[in-house]
RNA sequence: UGGGGCGUAGCCAAGUGGUAAGGCAACGGGUUUUGAUCCCGUCAUGCGCAGGUUCGAUCCCUGCCGCCCCAGCCA
């Protein structure tokens, strides 16, 4: 038997199991339940998929559940097209959803009676003010707001005003409800927040059935309540929002105490994790749209041919706390080569083509030379791949005055062509420009399959593809979308956009197997990089992604020079 | 100048009153029919700074400094 097999997955720690593991222990709580709780006003990114895989993370290592919640509070902001893209990206995300779906929204006729209750324990009024007005009121970061003359009104007023307000007697943002807390809390969340307001929207779920919509912190902890929620987790800028969560659940007759906990956000070099930026990107077509595969979105990370394991991976390496950091996206690039180096087939093609005509072969002869497509795994088996007189190999393995490092072909230089033969460059063709447009080399027919009888060793390896069969391909190359490391520190993030993020490279050189490819495979491009193929693709005109390149010391040597 | 947080290597981080895990990156070496992978090694006399308590402090205390969030009828 396998140790390996058998041993217990090791328990995870930081702050938030921690506690957890804690409350479960002391009878602080006698079930785990959290909770993954977006709005639909935009795609999921990868600074979600820190959040989904926390929450659903830890309800499954503490035998507890977690509920996937739509905040669908605001209809001003909220489209169906996001409801049903986060369920196709959660899903994809594999982190153990059971197809279950929660909306805020099932709950506003109990959000409303409860609003009620605080009315009727004259712990919220309607505010007549206006919003210039009550920002005005509010006072500032450093001096204490002051009371509105709405505060004193009667309870029976204020009902029968709410009660109004939800009937529709009202004009958009004409009057909210708030919550009579402390106008001079050094938390500006406590001065009197806004509980409803009067928004006429259609919403995806109740469409016109309201007028008035609870804010995020009159919904919030309270749904928590009603769905069992125990421990609510969301990120830090909620930390001053806690005391408002609190008062509410306290004052309010939930049928349970959840407790909320903050942890820090995602940050990512070369990317910008906000929401707000995105949707920009999106709607100033600074990118093909929510799933073009630079966007750090899930539904692009997928496109682009990352494997859902990879993201679990890579969020799984960066721990919870409290720090807010930067990681750097090679972390994110190497948690996507690891798995695809173990399960990508190896494949061959050419990006660049270059012409070589291998002059001592027969014309006209084929042969079919076997090779591996995957050394890493045994059972993947080989291929037969044509090979003959015409081939092409990448315009970057060649170089006229090249210097004794260079591996690769140069004019007299012995090289050997992957599961193939070891060929010698003897001439050099060029057009009038100048440019290099053709290689003529020799092959050694000793040198079937790679190596040579006589012991004799190359330095170099190089992919190739057979002229006669190569399948012809676009593909595109991807760089990151922001050159710099830290775009949210730009005066204005789009003139920070890197203009070279994506490389269309057409007239591409495959070997024939590729022309079958299934959809959704990643297979390796030999020397170069892991690649799928895009939805844009079809019959006629193949389109590949690069999901990642491969590690590359030798240009990463040859940059430093 | 109000309130709430955070400061351990280039990055993400664990950690304990007893002498700083791990991963990524980087660098050096070995293997290699992918300049990939894989393997081996190096990488904090130091835990924001300054005092104090202690036999001993990254961990306790005090005072500073730096960074982040909050003045939506967004979430």
């Not at 012409?355 to 076997?370: S, T």
């Not at 230089?413 to 070891?422: D, I, K």
């Amino acid at each position: 038997m396998n140790t390996e097999d058998t041993a217990a997955p090791e328990e995870v720690h930081d702050f938030i199991r921690d506690r957890v593991r804690g409350d479960l222990a002391n009878g602080t709580v006698d079930h785990l339940a959290t909770r993954f709780p977006p709005e639909p006003n935009g795609y999921l990114h990868i600074g979600h998929a820190k959040s989904i895989c926390l929450n659903f993370g830890v309800a499954q290592e503490f035998g507890g559940h977690c509920n996937l919640r739509f905040d669908d509070t605001n209809p001003a902001k909220e489209d169906q097209e996001f409801i049903d893209a986060i369920q196709a990206d959660v899903k994809w995300l594999d982190v153990g959803w059971d197809g279950d779906v929660k909306y805020t929204s099932d709950n506003f006729e109990k959000l409303y009676e409860w609003a009620e209750h605080l009315i009727g324990k004259g712990l919220a009024y309607i505010e007549d003010l206006s919003a210039d007005e009550m920002r005005e009121y509010r006072g500032t970061l450093t001096e204490p707001g002051r009371e509105s003359p709405s505060r004193s009104r009667s309870v029976d007023e204020n009902l029968d005003l709410f009660r109004r307000m939800r009937a529709g007697e009202f004009e958009d943002g004409a009057r909210v409800l708030r919550a009579r807390i402390d106008m001079a809390a050094g938390n500006i969340n406590l001065r009197d927040p806004v509980l409803y307001r009067i928004v006429r929207a259609p919403h995806p779920r109740t469409g016109d059935a309201w007028c008035i919509y609870p804010t995020y912190d009159f919904a919030h902890g309270q749904t928590d309540a009603m769905e069992g929620v125990t421990h609510s987790l969301c990120t830090l800028e909620f930390e001053d929002h806690r005391p408002l969560y609190d008062w509410l659940i306290e004052n309010l007759p939930v049928p349970a105490r959840p407790r909320q906990y903050e942890f820090s956000r995602l940050n990512m070099t070369h990317s910008i994790l906000s929401k707000r930026l995105l949707t920009q990107l999106v709607a100033d077509g600074h990118v093909a749209g929510w799933d073009d595969p630079r966007m750090p979105t899930v539904s692009g990370l997928r496109r682009r041919g990352v494997p859902a394991s990879a993201i679990r991976d890579f969020i799984s390496r960066l721990s919870i706390s409290k720090n807010e950091g930067t990681v750097e996206a090679a972390m994110l690039e190497h948690c996507i080569r690891d798995p695809l180096n173990d399960s990508a087939l190896r494949r061959m093609g050419v990006l660049r083509p270059l012409k070589v005509v291998i002059e001592n072969y027969p014309e006209g002869q084929i042969e079919e030379v076997d090779a591996v497509n995957n050394p890493r795994d045994e059972t993947a088996g080989t291929r037969k791949v044509p090979f003959c007189r015409e081939i092409y190999v990448e315009r970057d393995d060649f170089m006229e005055d090249a210097p004794k490092k260079f591996f690769r072909l140069s004019l007299g230089r012995e090289v050997r062509l992957r599961a193939a033969y070891f060929v010698t460059c003897t001439d050099v063709i060029k057009d009038d420009a100048g440019e290099v447009i053709e290689l003529r080399c020799t092959y050694d027919p000793e040198t079937r399959g790679g190596d040579s009888p006589d012991g004799r060793k190359v330095k170099g390896t190089l992919h190739w593809v057979s002229a006669q069969h190569a399948v012809e391909a676009e593909v595109r190359l991807y760089n990151p979308l922001f050159a710099d490391e830290n775009p949210g520190a730009a005066e204005d993030f789009v003139s920070a956009l890197n203009p070279d993020s994506l490389e269309v490279l057409t007239g591409c050189k495959l070997e024939p197997v590729l022309a079958d490819i299934p959809a959704g495979e990643v297979v390796q491009f030999e020397r170069l990089g892991y690649f799928c193929t895009d939805p844009d693709a079809t019959a006629e005109n193949p389109v590949f992604n690069r999901t990642v390149g491969l590690r590359d010391s030798f240009a990463k040597a040859m940059a430093k020079k």
